[in-house]
Structures are given as C-alpha cells and as structure tokens.
C-alpha cells in the first residue's frame, strides 16, 4: 500500500506563485512515476503533470506547460509542484499519485488533497 500526504496548498492571487508537496511511503519511491491531478469544483479529476523516477522525464497537460514545474526530491521521498503564473481556472483539490499514467481511473491510490484558491 503506498501513502501520500499532499501540502501546501492555500489561497493564493491570479498571477502569484505556490509550491505543493507530496510525502509518500509504502514503496521504493525512486522506482516510480509520480504525478499529480486536479478537480475543479463540479469537474471530474483531470491529469496535471507526471516525472518519471529518476526525474529525468517530466510532461504536463497543456493548460499548465510553461507555468508548471513538477519536480522530485528521492533522497526525501516527495515530489512537488512548482506553480507560476496562476489563473482563476487553476483552482482545485490537487491531488498526487504513484503513476505514470495521465488517466485518473489508472490509480490505485490517492492521498487527501490539498486545496488550492485562485483569487483575481
């Protein structure tokens, strides 16, 4: 079983920046791809960003590439999500996931969430 605690989330303006957190335990973490997803209120869960586990590969869904940077700390078993240039429409539960796949329905664990709020 694989547990993951999401952080720092928080309230932040249009335009500002947040760096979200993710611990997991459970299973060697450098052996896996990492991820994290989205919903929005009265969304389904979307697929945001993913890095291989070495780190050497990253991608991201295309509302988000060249604002978002995800990111991986092996040494600390967390992986982040650096964001700039935030919009309204990046408000969302973010949510990280030990997979390497940008479908949602692919997961077999997911942590708590944490809450990010764009204001304009």
Known sequence: ?????????????????????C??????????AMAWFRQGPGKEREFVAAISGSGSSTYYADSVKG??????????????????SVKHEDTAVY???QTAEADAASVEYWGQGTQVTVSS
């Open 23 to 32: 611990a997991a335990s459970g299973r060697t973490f450098s052996d896996n």
């Open 67 to 84: 604002r978002f940077t995800i990111s991986r700390d092996n040494a600390k078993n967390t992986v982040y999500l650096q964001m700039n």
């Open 1 to 21: 079983q694989v547990q993951l605690v999401e952080s720092g989330g928080g309230l932040v303006q249009a335009g500002g920046s947040l760096r979200l957190s």
């Open 95 to 97: 949510y990280c996931a």
